[in-house]
């Protein structure tokens, strides 16, 4: 029986040419993001290139963020959708950028939340977020750090997980939640 490997970075990544050699048909030259979400990282698994070459040019169905990365899950999610504000902060918690990215919850927890947004977030930021109808008085805003980013099945946008670095928010989502 064949053992799989697991690489920790894409195996068709080429460091010094910094491109793709997955395509035999030409090269594919990742942009800077795609190069630290995938090509530098295990998650070069959920590449498209490289699925597709996996796959004899047939992309697989794609997995659930909870498959990907593994159900690491420490309480129940709860289908919600809620709609909100999203700023990046440094990791010293001050804003970087006054601009916010809007997105909508897919599910809540009381760890966490998962979320749709058109802004690609890099894994271990910092994210404030305020909720636009707040759920209660207690969660009208709190910080997060983003466990993972993948795109969403229709490339405009990416799923995020989220989790919660504040223990009163981690609170006042198990009050509203009823956990």
């Known amino acids: 029986m064949k053992k799989k490997v ?3 970075v894409c195996p068709f990544w080429s460091p010094i040419a ?8 030409g090269l594919f030259i990742p942009l800077d993001d795609h190069i630290q979400m995938y090509c530098k990282r295990p ?26 990365a593994g159900n690491r899950r420490q309480y129940p999610r709860v289908k919600s959708s809620h709609q909100l504000t999203l700023v ?7 804003v970087i950028s006054q601009d916010s990215s809007r997105a909508s919850t897919l599910d809540l927890s009381s760890g966490g ?17 305020h909720f636009k109808n707040s759920l209660s008085s207690s969660l009208k805003s709190g910080l997060a750090r983003v466990k993972w980013c993948v795109p969403a099945d229709n490339d405009l946008e990416y799923h995020v997980g989220l989790a919660f ?15």
């Open 6 to 8: 697991r690489h920790m």
């Open 18 to 25: 910094k491109i793709c050699k997955v395509q035999a048909t």
């Open 43 to 68: 998650e070069h698994i959920l590449c498209q290139q490289y699925r597709l070459s996996q796959d004899g040019g047939q992309e697989t169905e794609k997995a659930g963020p909870e498959i990907q």
């Open 88 to 94: 990046r902060l440094s990791t010293s918690g001050h």
């Open 113 to 129: 939340m998962c979320l749709t947004t058109r802004e690609m977030l890099m894994n271990d930021s910092m994210i404030q977020f």
């Open 165 to 179: 670095q504040n223990d009163q928010v981690i609170q006042a989502m198990s009050d509203y939640l009823g956990s």
